[in-house]
T-cell receptor, first 113, second 114 residues
């Protein structure tokens, strides 16, 4: 595709439910990043993939958060037992790696009621 | 670990005025520095980056930034802003030789008024 695609664009769920957020990176981009952006804050790093493997998952806040990229392309961020504090915009970005620029998607607005 | 401080959360300016958005960073290792911009209802996009070499970096849309190692700063400047520059600007840092993790500041909302 032309850019990084994130689905859904909006997700409303209830406290305690499980959610999956999907990211389709730009074709050929080996690096994929997940960030979380709360209102009035900058993007907060969650996890970085190089190919299929999570090269750095130090930003995942706890074990309720998990992300996969099984074929080195599409990635899914999974959140178990959602809490109201998980409400934020979840951003995905991809790049060719190294210091090449990150291309960001428009994000998924997650609201936990 | 790296951190970024953007000293101004909001900067209002008039059209055609100069602007400077301030960014300071902290790191125990050498860094790469970036400015990203987020226009209303759009995703973040790269404005410019400093990797090495000349400390004055020019980016898109007439923006430039200067890396100052002694002051650990990477301020963003534009000599004459337009209404269309209204956006949120994020400074970001990455440590050299380590993780590919890019650490962002909290952002500065630039509002250009007619």
């Amino acid at each position: 595709g032309a850019g990084v695609s994130q689905t859904p664009s909006n997700k409303v769920t209830e406290k305690g439910k499980y959610v999956e957020l999907r990211c389709d990176p730009i074709s050929g981009h080996t690096a994929l990043y997940w960030y979380r952006q709360s209102l009035g804050q900058g993007p907060e790093f969650l996890i970085y993939f190089q190919g299929t493997g999570a090269a750095d998952d130090s930003g995942l806040p706890n074990d309720r958060f998990f992300a996969v990229r099984p074929e080195g392309s599409v990635s899914t961020l999974k959140i178990q037992r959602t809490e109201r504090g998980d409400s934020a915009v979840y951003l995905c970005a991809s790049s060719l790696g190294g210091n090449e620029k990150l291309f960001f998607g428009s994000g998924t607005q997650l609201s936990v009621l | 670990a790296q951190s970024v401080t953007q000293l101004d959360s909001q900067v209002p300016v008039f059209e055609e005025a100069p602007v400077e958005l301030r960014c300071n960073y902290s790191s125990s290792v050498s860094v790469y520095l970036f400015w990203y911009v987020q226009y209303p209802n759009q995703g973040l996009q790269l404005l410019l980056k400093y990797l090495s070499g000349s400390t004055l970096v020019k980016g898109i849309n007439g923006f430039e930034a200067e890396f100052n190692k002694s002051q650990t700063s990477f301020h963003l400047r534009k000599p004459s802003v337009h209404i269309s520059d209204t956006a949120e600007y994020f400074c970001a840092v990455k440590g050299q030789g380590g993780s590919e993790k890019l650490v962002f500041g909290k952002g500065t909302k630039l509002t250009v008024n007619p």
